[in-house]
């Protein structure tokens, strides 16, 4: 059974630090996801990772995709208090069906 | 396109009765999700479907819940007799089965059984 694990799941920094978001998965996947939730509303698709090396960024952040080690990392740069919301990376099990990470709560402070 | 249109927003419910949620996901896309997330258990796959079929119903917890796919933009998840730890937020999602395979999320029904 594929099981996706974040570290940490509460994080509290602040406006202009640098911090990393890790996930890892049990079982080799051919994609990996980055979904971004704030309080109270929907999942919004960040990045999709497709194959090993993989990197994508927008803005502040910065997601990565190891296979081998099945570790992905979310980056945060001089994170600003826009980027407060919980983060969820997902790991596909078959063709379709996604499982997610616990989430990480991240909170940045002024 | 509109995305995933989901209703009601917020539902309030007694014990015992039925509750019917509803999903109309992205025009062209071939899957749909039913998922559900409470702060114990997160975010949890209930079912989903290809090209209305559902294909994987493992995460349904038990025969209260069902869900049925009638048409390509359509979709339903009821529950009867609801119970107090059916309340969380139940999430319907689609993606399509080429590219990059995104799942779309919609903006989520807030049930809460008393």
């Known amino acids: 059974e594929l099981k996706v694990e974040q570290n940490p799941l509460f994080l509290s920094m602040q406006e202009g630090k640098n911090y990393t978001i890790y996930c890892n998965y049990s079982t080799t996947s051919d994609r990996l996801y980055w979904y971004r939730q704030d309080p109270g509303k929907s999942l919004e698709s960040l990045f999709v990772l497709l194959s090993n090396g993989a990197v994508k960024q927008e803005g502040r952040l910065m997601a990565s995709l190891d296979t081998k080690a099945r570790l992905s990392t979310l980056h945060i740069t001089a994170a600003v208090h826009d980027l407060s919301a919980t983060y969820f990376c997902?790991?596909?099990?078959?063709?379709?069906?996604?499982?997610f990470g616990q989430g990480t709560r991240l909170t940045i402070n002024p | 396109d509109a995305g995933v249109i989901q209703s009601p927003r917020h539902e309030v419910t007694e014990m015992g009765q039925e509750v019917t949620l509803r999903c109309k996901p992205i025009?062209?896309?071939?899957?749909l999700f039913w998922y559900r997330q409470t702060m114990m258990r997160g975010l949890e796959l209930l079912i989903y479907f290809n090209n209305n079929v559902p294909i994987d119903d493992s995460g349904m917890p038990e025969d209260r819940f069902s869900a049925k796919m009638p048409n390509a933009s359509f979709s339903t998840l009821k529950i009867q007799p609801s119970e107090p730890r059916d309340s969380a937020v139940y999430f319907c999602?689609?993606?399509?089965?080429?590219?990059?395979?995104?799942?779309?999320f919609g903006a989520g029904t807030r049930l809460s059984v008393l």
């Open positions: 025009s062209g896309h071939d899957y």
């Open positions: 997902a790991v596909h099990q078959g063709a379709q069906k996604l499982v």
């Open positions: 999602a689609s993606s399509w089965n080429l590219g990059k395979r995104i799942q779309y």
